[in-house]
């Protein structure tokens, strides 16, 4: 049976080659080239992907993935579509669900929603479940520079705090809206926000996510 690291991954191949190399993507200064390469990169050079999350290796990590977004951009594409190398830690289906499930679900919406005719895709309960339980466990480190308090509530009003203050901004939305939103992509993020009318002005416009 196929996992949802497994769709999401496929998915996003599509979508990438679908597009072409210099499609936009919501990735700051990255066209879909860049984007691809990331992916690559992170799956199979663990020495540079460090730099995604430890500023020392920065340097590296653009150095390597600029050596990637360099190749051609089919190989590039058929890479993703294989997975990670032989004797990877992700080859192993807990991991990969852990590790690449909302990866590959934001950078596909990273394509889609860079797109001028992009419509919203619709996500089965299965699928949205599953987001909302990577969400509850990583809530706190998405939300932690958030200028307000901020809780993220499903429609169904299941809520988590993704960061502890006053004022409190509630961001209510689907899963996979409240997943984008979070990881900094609050322009696209189909959600309603309550609260303090400037603390929800300071929300919108705040470094969420994993950047450092």
């Not at 080239?33 to 920065?58: C, F, M, S, T, Y």
Request: charged share 30%.
């Amino acid at each position: 049976m196929s996992t949802n690291a497994k769709r999401e991954r496929l998915l996003l191949a599509d979508l990438l080659e679908g597009v072409g190399p210099d499609a936009p993507t919501l990735c700051d200064g990255w066209r879909a080239r860049d984007l691809a390469a990331h992916v690559v990169v992170r799956e199979r050079r663990p020495d540079a992907a460090g730099g995604i999350v430890i500023g020392p290796l920065k340097n590296r990590l653009e150095r390597v993935q600029a050596e990637f977004a360099a190749k051609p951009y089919e190989e590039l594409i058929q890479l993703i579509r294989t997975g990670p190398p032989r004797m990877s830690p992700l080859g192993i289906k807990q991991l990969d669900e852990a590790a690449n499930t909302v990866e590959f679900y934001v950078h596909a919406e990273d394509v889609r929603r860079a797109q001028p005719d992009w419509t919203a895709r619709p996500l089965d309960r299965v699928f949205e479940d599953a987001l909302w339980a990577r969400l509850e466990k990583a809530a706190r480190l998405l939300g932690r520079k958030s200028p307000a308090g901020l809780v993220l509530r499903r429609p169904d009003g299941q809520t988590v705090v993704a960061h502890r203050g006053a004022p409190v901004v509630t961001v209510t939305g689907t899963p996979g809206e409240l997943t984008m939103f979070v990881f900094g992509r609050q322009d696209v993020a189909q959600v309603d926000l309550a609260g303090d009318p400037e603390a929800v002005e300071k929300v919108r416009g705040s470094r969420l996510g994993l950047s450092k």
